[in-house]
């Protein structure tokens, strides 16, 4: 079990530019999550992937966000254009198992975005 | 309306001593799960303990304990003898049967409390 792993750790960007954030879970866990993380605020769910497919989408993920999950292995989270505001911490988490309201959430260290 | 609320943006402790953390939920939902989360200042959140809506007992996990009214639909973290290392954000966290649109479990968490613990 290497844990839940995402790349990169830092991202310095300037307005208007894309960046991509990759995040690669526990092997054997099907389940995957972004989450958005601001100063002195708990994690906001973004979106979720079960294997392959998409299954949830949250209202803050605008339609500069883009996330995929080709093959139900790693994750990719793709913003456009990027503004101020989206500058944040990007937590990724994965689970497995029966899915339930006991399935407990391993998170990456989070890539850490700035936009100047 | 907050799903989780956590009024303590910060607490502090002597080390040694216990504390507890409050977190209140709301939830129309019999099943569901509440969890704590540490995070530390390196950034990744650790699983720390688990109550089920069901669970006629509260939970423990080492020097983590839950206390669990479910009347008051309150869910506090309460940690005994307190360490140094605990220094951390502690998020609570609910998992509900019914998601944005059904069907799916996605954790919610609260805004976090910064607890500081002093040698």
């Known amino acids: 079990d290497t844990g839940v792993s995402q790349n990169p750790r830092h991202k310095i960007t300037k307005r208007g530019q894309n960046v991509t954030f990759r995040c690669d879970p526990i092997s054997e866990h099907n389940r995957l999550y972004w989450y958005r993380q601001t100063l002195g605020q708990g994690p906001e769910f973004l979106t979720y992937?079960?294997?392959?497919?998409?299954?949830?989408k949250s209202r803050l993920l605008s339609d500069r966000f883009s996330a995929e999950r080709p093959k139900g292995s790693f994750s990719t989270l793709e913003i456009q254009r990027t503004e101020q505001g989206d500058s944040a911490m990007y937590l990724c988490?994965?689970?497995?198992?029966?899915?339930?309201?006991?399935?407990?959430?391993?998170f990456g260290s989070g890539t850490q975005l700035s936009v100047l | 309306a907050q799903k989780i609320t956590q009024t303590q943006p910060g607490m502090f402790v002597q080390e040694k001593e216990a504390v507890t953390l409050d977190c209140t939920y709301d939830?129309?939902?019999?099943?569901?799960?509440l969890f704590w989360y540490k995070q530390p200042s390196s950034g990744e959140m650790i699983f720390l303990i688990y109550?089920?809506?069901?669970?006629?007992q509260n939970a423990t996990e080492g020097r983590y304990s839950l206390n669990f009214q479910k009347a008051r639909k309150s869910a506090n973290l309460v940690i005994s003898a307190s360490q140094l290392g605990d220094s951390a954000m502690y998020f609570c966290a609910m998992r509900e049967l019914l998601s944005i649109s059904g069907g799916s479990y996605i954790p919610t968490f609260g805004r976090g409390t910064s607890l500081i613990v002093h040698p």
């Open positions: 109550q089920g809506s069901y669970d006629e």
């Open positions: 988490a994965s689970s497995g198992g029966l899915s339930g309201t006991n399935e407990k959430l391993f």
């Open positions: 992937f079960q294997n392959e497919a998409q299954l949830e």
């Open positions: 939830t129309s939902d019999q099943s569901y799960g």
